[in-house]
């Protein structure tokens, strides 16, 4: 007896909920949260920057503040400041990974996880603990005079633009040093092993076989740690420095002493525009560094 098979009726899947909305309508609510938080005070700070107090607007604020050597000052320190600070913690940052990943030695893993903790701690809590130990009362200080039996000790470099610079080195190395272990922990050890096992020695392995796999965590570092160098305000002012007046504090002087809030959103500008300038070149340097290596290999 011959079977006979009947069709069987195709069963529509469920229209999902959200196919019915459109796109521009998810869209809207974080472009909004966007556009509150942050683009529309944005904006009030440019509006603000061509709004002179004497009436009218143009750019006679720009103009002004340009010619100050106040200004001129501040970009110099800003930086020069950033670019120094953002140098050492790459290379101090390197060289710290390197040891906690491939030395191995009691307590290594206790202070790789030390430095998600130092992540969390703010930034004028480490000049506090410089100043503790390198400060005119310190104990550096104390030791000497102690031993020397001298009236004052030899460290008084926390007001200068060194003191501001280890300060920001010391804060800022371990934001480096976290994606460094995270890229080092995903590396393949044994091409460590088979290039020692050719005669190649540790600076050689570190130059041609870690340093390639670690660029991009060394451009993501080095690129958060240099915006973050410079719109730094709290080392800057809690050291104390003199004559070290960075973009930040010069905003925050301009705004808070002097009540010149045009002159404030002027300088701002400026320090937005240049974050942005100086992220945009490391970035395109760093890119085509990591199409060179991916075209080598």
């Known amino acids: 007896m011959a079977s006979v ?12 909920p959200y ?31 061509v709004s002179p107090e004497s009436g009218g607007h143009g750019f006679s604020a720009y103009a002004e503040v340009f010619a100050q050597a106040a200004f001129r000052d501040a970009l110099r320190n800003t930086v020069m400041i950033a670019v120094g600070a953002t140098a050492g913690s790459l290379l101090l940052g390197f060289a ?37 130990v390198y400060g005119t009362a310190g104990m550096a200080n104390g030791v000497w005079t102690g031993v020397t039996g001298a009236a004052s000790g030899p460290f008084d470099f926390l007001h200068t633009p060194w003191g501001v610079l ?15 272990l995270a890229a080092f922990s995903q590396l393949d050890t044994a091409q460590l092993d088979v290039a020692a096992s050719l005669g190649a020695r540790a600076p050689r392995i570190i130059r ?16 958060l740690v240099l915006v973050m160098c410079l719109n730094e305000f709290g ?19 301009k705004a808070i ?30 890119t085509r560094m990591e199409g060179a290596r991916r075209a080598r290999a």
């Not at 906690?100 to 969390?120: E, H, N, Q, T, Y």
């Not at 280890?166 to 800022?172: G, K, P, R, S």
């Not at 010149?260 to 100086?278: E, P, Q």
């Not at 992220?279 to 760093?286: F, N, P, Q």
Request: proline residues 9%.
């Open 19 to 49: 196919r019915r909305i459109p796109a521009w309508a998810l869209a809207l609510p974080p472009v909004a949260a966007l556009g509150i938080v942050f683009l529309h005070p944005l904006a009030l700070v440019l509006w603000q920057s």
């Open 166 to 180: 280890l300060a920001e080195v010391t804060y800022f190395t371990p934001f480096v040093m976290r994606p460094l």
């Open 257 to 286: 002493l002097e009540g010149d809030w045009t002159g404030a959103c002027v300088v701002a500008v400026v320090n937005i525009a240049l974050s942005l300038t100086l992220y945009g070149i490391y970035r395109t340097l760093t």
């Open 235 to 253: 080392i800057v002012l809690f050291t104390g420095a003199k004559g070290v007046t960075t973009l930040p504090v010069l905003v925050y002087g």
């Open 96 to 132: 710290l990974a390197l040891v906690i990943a491939f030395v191995p030695f009691p307590g290594g893993k206790a202070i790789g996880r030390f430095i998600d903790v130092f992540l969390s701690f703010p930034s004028f809590l480490i000049t506090l603990a410089l100043m503790f």
């Open 208 to 223: 041609q076989v870690i340093l390639p796999e670690a660029l991009p965590a060394l451009a993501a570092g080095g690129s």
């Open 5 to 16: 098979q009947l069709p069987l009726a195709r069963v529509a899947a469920p229209a999902s």
